[in-house]
């Protein structure tokens, strides 16, 4: 949005990159361009004909794209243009880049938590990236696999399940940015509050989604050709798990 965009530009900022979304954000962009501030969209969404006027708009859901890589989620996406950049630097530089080979842990989190369809790629992802989340380094996600009670492997289902709505909770139900203070965090004690927050964050989210549902059941007419229910103090936290579920 817009006054995302300004709190951003007014920080002092000279690049912003947008994840997940910007592909048709040609206000916001229009407004960081006037100020001379770069944008660089990393996102998978559909796009329009015409693209906003970014530095640049990273999407294999752009109409001209040819890369047959249309079902990445975001962070694939944000992946292969690290990579491409490991490679310049490589070749520019003496550098010592790091090997993105070991978050792939990450990637396949989000792959299996957006639901993108598990084709050729996105399923390496998934099959190398659980090779490294089961000797993950990332302390933050070991805190929460820990507050999570998991004693196995962990697994497809564990992702999507169980470790994916614990992140996913803070921002439904309390503080978005704890999933990712989590996960970029090294602070073991920190991370252990953490993930005892977003495990209580995702019980209170439970709680509060069964609540909705019951209600919303309750106006369904099981006549109707469409289903249209509502209330003023269902949390909007939750109200797309619920409809998902109607």
């Given at each position: 949005s817009i006054e995302a965009f300004k709190k951003l530009i007014n920080s002092g900022?000279?690049?912003?990159?947008?994840?997940?979304?910007?592909?048709?954000?040609?206000?916001?962009?229009?407004?960081?361009?006037?100020?001379?501030?770069?944008?660089?969209?990393?996102?998978?969404?559909?796009?329009?004909?015409?693209?906003?006027?970014?530095?640049?708009?990273?999407?294999?859901?752009?109409?001209?794209?040819?890369s047959n890589l249309q079902y990445l989620c975001a962070a694939g996406v944000a992946f292969f243009l690290l990579a491409s950049v490991n490679r310049e630097l490589k070749k520019k530089t003496n550098l010592c880049v790091p090997d993105l080979l070991n978050y792939l842990d990450l990637v396949a989190l989000a792959t299996v938590c957006d639901l993108v369809?598990?084709?050729?790629?996105?399923?390496?992802?998934?099959?190398?990236?659980?090779?490294?989340?089961?000797?993950?380094?990332?302390?933050?996600?070991l805190s929460l696999i820990n507050e999570s009670g998991i004693k196995e492997k962990v697994s497809c289902y564990h992702l999507g399940y169980v470790i994916g709505p614990r992140i996913n909770a803070g921002g439904r139900v309390g503080k978005s940015s704890k999933g990712t203070e989590l996960l970029i965090s090294s602070d073991k004690n920190l991370n252990f509050?953490?993930?005892?927050?977003?495990?209580?964050?995702?019980?209170?989210?439970?709680?509060?989604?069964?609540?909705?549902?019951?209600?919303?059941?309750?106006?369904?007419?099981?006549?109707?050709?469409?289903?249209?229910?509502?209330?003023?103090?269902?949390?909007?936290?939750?109200?797309?798990?619920?409809?998902?579920?109607?």
């Open positions: 900022v000279d690049i912003i990159f947008t994840v997940d979304c910007g592909t048709l954000s040609f206000e916001a962009i229009e407004y960081a361009k006037k100020r001379n501030v770069d944008v660089i969209v990393l996102d998978h969404h559909q796009s329009e004909i015409n693209l906003p006027n970014a530095y640049s708009v990273v999407n294999p859901n752009r109409l001209d794209d040819k369809k598990l084709d050729l790629m996105n399923r390496a992802f998934v099959k190398q990236g659980l090779k490294i989340l089961n000797n993950t380094k990332n302390d933050g996600l509050v953490m993930a005892k927050q977003l495990n209580e964050y995702n019980t209170l989210r439970k709680k509060i989604e069964l609540q909705v549902e019951k209600e919303a059941i309750r106006q369904v007419d099981d006549n109707a050709n469409v289903l249209c229910v509502n209330s003023d103090n269902w949390h909007p936290g939750v109200i797309g798990i619920v409809a998902s579920k109607l």
